[in-house]
């Protein structure tokens, strides 16, 4: 497993962007998809976007194409969830995620978690 921590956070207004990292310990960052989830007050969790290990494949949830880019750079061991023409409705705590599997990271059962941080966009 590897520890992630997420940051980037924060109160925006619609319209208007935000981006997140996902900071991963370990050596073996490279060999692992990565992905972000969110979850509303009470809602339950939802895929946003994975990435494959690479960085050659990635998968979104269709709330979010087009609006959402997710990347990597393995040299940094750090995963991004670059956020534009926020909503209302993309008000969430943001959770990252990593598997050695990509489909397990799409799933939404990936082997490790962040503790999420809190993106609040106001109209």
């Known amino acids: 497993q590897v520890q992630l921590v997420e940051s980037g956070g924060g109160l925006v207004q619609a319209g208007g962007s935000l981006r997140l990292s996902c900071a991963a310990s370990?050596?073996?960052?490279?060999?692992?998809?990565m992905g972000w989830f969110r979850q509303a007050p009470g809602k339950e969790r939802e895929f946003v976007a994975a990435?494959?290990?690479?960085?050659?494949?990635?998968y979104y949830a269709d709330s979010v194409k087009g609006r959402f880019t997710i990347s990597r750079d393995n040299a940094k061991n750090t995963v991004y969830l670059q956020m534009n023409s926020l909503k209302p409705e993309d008000t969430a705590v943001y959770y990252c995620?990593?598997?050695?599997?990509?489909?397990?990271?799409?799933?939404?059962?990936?082997?490790?978690w962040g503790q999420g941080t809190q993106v609040t966009v106001s109209s």
């Open positions: 995620a990593a598997d050695p599997r990509l489909g397990a990271v799409v799933a939404g059962t990936p082997s490790s």
């Open positions: 370990g050596r073996t960052f490279s060999s692992y998809a």
């Open positions: 990435i494959s290990w690479s960085g050659g494949n990635t």
